[in-house]
């Protein structure tokens, strides 16, 4: 006879020898899913881009890279952004793209300094809109303190493109001594977040019209690198940090869990969400876990200082809506738990598939 | 009674007051023409981008910005690649990528340290096809001795894109003393070509198999900062480098002028260019020293130190077939001008429409 606990652990046992196989993309073309950020992206980025590119600064695979020039330490990250529609409630592809790069930096506790600019631009775009998208980067990039300092723009033939693509990549520098890194999670750690999950996801979603809800949700796209900086200087027991963005949480913490070989166990009452965001999701039969945000981040914290950390948080105003949402513990490695309103225990896993495309 | 010189002199000025307006742009939609490198793309960044964005280091409009962050002096540039075809004799859109960043990196005098690289795909992109792609920048990005660090990809649905678009960025280090820009400049100086011009764009044509014509021809696509180290190391008395792609030499030779506010005139039959690049360019009405180079690059050299200059260049590999092709003049400032090999002189103005579309 095999006992519940038993069929639980040869699942586990599969699941782990599954992640453990070298990448290997059965795929013959690319897919939506591949931009998803979730299972298929983590698939294509092991197989096809660290494969060929690999080297220590790359291999972490974080969403920036860490390095020394002279006697600077310096992140540097990149992101395109094909979101659709351009522009929605709460923000736009420009204030997205310029937020997006900066909080790319401010996760490895970088203070953002210059971004770079590259447009892909079609055949009769509307030069009403660009300038609009620019006018949008441009406070973006004023509010989070940082210079738009080169730039690039090719245009494509109409129906090659979908209006404005955007890359921004963006230099910060380091000034505290910390190393903010996925395998520095331990158990015993906190996990918090600095706000309310999904908001951008379904606010994206919402303005495709393809729901006939009406709702006031607006898009949390925000720079996050003040917050972190208030969050570094309060405590020191920080020890990574993620920002939410495709995948949701639940995809971003299952990558801290297999980085640190821990498991994180999540708290269902505890996650803040937005009622009209739980209700969309139902509507969509998306779980919320997956949604993206673009302005809240989660951070595992030591354990003794969780309170001091939620505090430092609660004291800014992109984190009044930051809690403690789960806890690292060492069993079992990899994984990621959660622990339901209706007393229960799930596995929930990275993104699988790409329910929203073009979320950002 | 008019003479040809005052009808000359009426024709400068008409020019020099229509530049000197501030840049309005009058097209309600974004036209094929703003992504060419030309005048059109020029009067884009001014009205659009630079009003939006304006700050010391995006101002001069280089293809790089310099700044300094601890004890270094960096340069960061960003291109993204829209070439079509993606593959084509010499080269393709990977090694385009990461070449095409690290010569804007180069022109600085920089040595190229760090890419990232922003993948934007096609829904239904061959697997296949984007190995070979990402083999190729890894190559590319070898030869060049620089890593790619960081990196994102986004899918977008079929119809959205045309296959794979690829955005660069780079960080390098300035490690000689001088300042290379636009404005040291100066009457008496030589202008020096590093090679033969035109033959990426001449290969990017032929390989569309539009016009049909068999050719030996290859993109001269190649990363250019040893070639510069040299020159640097061999002569103090460069003043400013730049390479010659989108607009070819005639545009880039252009804005030079103009921000040096000096005239350049070139001698046309000291313009390197192999007898399959000018046959294709009187086939296709197009004037060579609009094509772009991928491998080529402009340097202004204080005019006593040509010649060194010159041999510097001829003997790296990449410069064997360098030339001396033009002198700084003060007058008529801001102007390019051709002696012709048949003994007039005309004027050479900025790359006017896209004869090329998607050339890189």
Do not use: W
């Not at 586990?12 to 591949?34: C, M, P, Q």
């Not at 660290?50 to 992101?79: H, K, W, Y």
């Amino acid at each position: 006879m095999t006992t519940t606990g038993e069929l639980e652990l040869r699942v586990l046992d599969r699941i782990d020898k599954a992640r453990r196989r070298k990448a290997k993309i059965t795929d013959e073309r690319v897919t939506l899913a591949h931009g998803a950020g979730g299972k298929a992206s983590q698939t294509l980025t092991d197989a096809v881009f660290l494969e060929a590119f690999r080297n220590p600064l790359l291999e972490p695979l974080s969403d920036q890279a860490v390095f020394g020039i002279g006697n600077a330490r310096l992140a540097f990250s990149t992101d395109s952004y094909v979101v659709r529609p351009l522009f929605f409630p709460g923000g736009d592809i420009g204030d997205l793209a310029v937020n997006g790069t900066v909080n790319d930096l401010a996760m490895a506790g970088a203070r953002p300094l210059y971004l770079s600019a590259g447009f892909i631009l079609e055949e009769g775009f509307p030069l009403e809109s660009l300038t609009r998208v620019v006018a949008s980067m441009a406070r973006a990039a004023n509010a989070a303190g940082v210079q738009i300092v080169t730039g690039d723009t090719k245009v494509v033939e109409r129906g090659k493109a979908d209006g404005c693509y955007l890359n921004t990549a963006g230099i910060g520098v380091i000034e505290h001594p910390f190393a903010l890194t996925a395998d520095a999670v331990k158990p015993g750690d906190a996990v918090l977040i600095s706000g309310p999950i999904g908001e951008h996801g379904v606010t994206v979603m919402l303005a495709r019209g393809e729901l006939d809800i009406d709702s006031d949700l607006c898009s949390d796209t925000a720079p996050l690198h003040g917050i972190v900086a208030d969050l570094l200087t309060a405590v020191d027991g920080v020890r990574c940090l993620r920002d939410a963005t495709r995948g949701g949480v639940a995809t971003i913490v299952n990558e801290i869990a297999r980085a640190a070989d821990v498991a994180v166990v999540f708290d269902e009452r505890a996650i803040p969400m937005r009622a009209e965001v739980r209700g969309a999701a139902e509507l969509l039969g998306i779980d919320p876990l997956y949604l993206a945000c673009e302005g809240r981040f989660v951070a595992f914290v030591e354990g003794a200082q969780a309170d001091a950390a939620l505090a430092s948080l609660r004291a800014h105003p992109l984190g009044t809506g930051a809690a403690i949402i789960g806890r690292v513990v060492a069993d079992p490695p990899g994984l990621v738990l959660l622990k339901t309103e209706f007393g229960g225990t799930r596995i929930v896993d990275v993104l699988i598939g790409d329910p929203l495309p073009r979320i950002c």
